[in-house]
Structure formats: structure tokens, C-alpha cells
């Protein structure tokens, strides 16, 4: 079973700085099927990138993916306040579908 | 546009069977193209797969969860449920279904039902 490992666990940073969060797989992944996802409390996670780099629909362009193999990055170029959340990394490729244990970025 | 929708009871009680619905539009359930499953988030904690199901009856469960949890589809009503046995207070959770698209990678979420485990 592949094991994610987001860092850190916690961000505190500024709005309008940049937001860098990554998440290391316990073996290679197929990057089709890495995803990023934000979360908000009462909320459902919401889908921001798919195939370790592409933007969901909707999703504005400070937020982007990058990264293969075994390490990914998601990073959010300029915080703005709404950014302030929970995000999680997901490979769901093949069974089981596997997530991070989840980055909180927090307001400084 | 996917779309996916829970349904079912929002209490249980310990040692009974939680039962959800999910209901899909915008697309067929008999598609080669879609896996579906289940996750499940505990109120303050992370996301965990439950189990997924492909159009042609292939089921795949988490080894914790294998001997309560069963998967089917019903193309009739275009819906996929989950039944969890034997449940606790540990069960209390938000429930998503959830699918992706093979050929495109797009993963798409229901909004979630909160199932409380309580007598």
C-alpha cells in the first residue's frame, strides 16, 4: 500500500506570501492520478489539481502542482484569506485510493 | 458535469447496519470509463477510503473495514450504495461518494452525510 507523507504539518504564514506544501509517496506513483485538494470546515474537499499539475475547473491560477515519482509539491504563489485552510494529496490511481495526513495552512 | 448524491439514514445505532445511497447524474454508472467508492472522514480528523467498485461488479475494500463493508451498483436506478455491519461510535463520520474518470483523471465528490453511530 503506498503510504502519503504530507509536510509540514502546519504553515503559518501571511496573506499575499507563498504558500508551499508537499507531499513524498512511500514508493513511485503515477502522477495521472495525484490530486490536491483543499478543505474548509462543514465542508466537502474540494478538488484544486489532478494529474499532479493540472487545475480543476474554477480553480484560480495561484494555485499550482508540480512533481513525479515519489515527491509533489502544491504551491499557492500569493495568499489570499480564503486560502486559509486544510489541504490533503490523494492517489487514487489503483486501490486503495490513499490520502496525506494533511497540511494546515494557518493564518501568521 | 458528474454529480453525486448521498442519501440515507443520519442515525444509527451500535451493532446495526449503516446503509447509503449514492446517486449519480450527469453520467452513466455502467461505464467502463468511472471507478466508484466510498470515503469517510471522523468529525476533526483525516480522509479514509472505504472501498470502490467498477462498473463490471470488481470490488476493493480496506483491509480494516473488509469483513463489514459491502459495495454494490445498481444500474436500473443509476446508484451505488455502501453497507457497513456491526457499527460503533467509531463509525460517526462524514460520508462521501466519490468517482474518477480513467480517461481523464477527474476525481469528483458527493457533498458528504454526516451518519452519527449512537443509541
Known amino acids: 500500500e503506498i503510504v502519503l507523507t504530507q509536510s509540514p504539518g502546519t504553515l503559518s504564514l501571511s496573506p499575499g506570501e507563498r504558500a508551499t506544501l508537499s507531499c513524498r509517496a512511500s514508493?513511485?506513483?503515477?502522477?495521472?492520478?495525484l490530486a490536491w485538494y483543499q478543505q474548509k470546515p462543514g465542508q466537502a474537499p474540494r478538488l484544486l489539481i489532478y494529474?499532479?499539475?493540472s487545475r480543476a475547473t474554477g480553480i484560480p491560477d495561484r494555485f499550482s502542482g508540480s512533481g513525479s515519482g515519489t515527491d509533489f509539491t502544491l504551491t499557492i504563489s500569493r495568499l489570499e484569506p480564503e486560502d486559509f485552510a486544510v489541504y490533503y494529496c490523494?492517489?487514487?490511481?489503483?486501490?486503495?485510493?490513499?490520502f496525506g495526513q494533511g497540511t494546515k495552512v494557518e493564518i501568521k | 458535469q458528474l454529480q453525486l448524491q448521498e442519501s440515507g439514514p443520519g442515525l444509527v445505532k451500535p451493532s446495526e447496519t449503516l446503509s447509503l445511497t449514492c446517486t449519480v447524474s450527469?453520467?452513466?454508472?455502467?461505464?467502463?470509463?468511472?471507478?466508484w467508492g466510498w470515503i469517510r472522514q471522523p468529525p476533526g480528523k483525516g480522509l479514509e477510503w472505504i472501498g470502490t467498485?467498477?462498473?463490471?461488479?470488481?470490488?476493493y475494500y480496506n483491509p480494516s473495514l473488509k469483513s463489514r463493508v459491502t459495495i454494490s451498483v445498481d444500474t436500473s436506478k443509476n446508484h451505488f450504495s455502501l453497507k457497513l455491519s456491526s457499527v460503533t461510535a467509531a463509525d460517526t463520520a462524514v460520508y462521501y461518494c466519490?468517482?474518477?474518470?480513467?480517461?481523464?483523471?477527474?476525481?469528483?465528490w458527493g457533498q458528504g452525510t454526516l451518519v452519527t453511530v449512537s443509541s
Open positions: 466519490a468517482t474518477y474518470d480513467i480517461l481523464t483523471a477527474y476525481f469528483y
Open positions: 450527469g453520467g452513466s454508472i455502467n461505464s467502463y470509463s468511472y471507478y
Open positions: 467498485i467498477y462498473y463490471s461488479g470488481s470490488t
Open positions: 514508493q513511485s506513483v503515477s502522477s495521472s492520478y
Open positions: 494529474g499532479a499539475s
Open positions: 490523494q492517489h487514487y490511481g489503483s486501490s486503495p485510493w490513499t
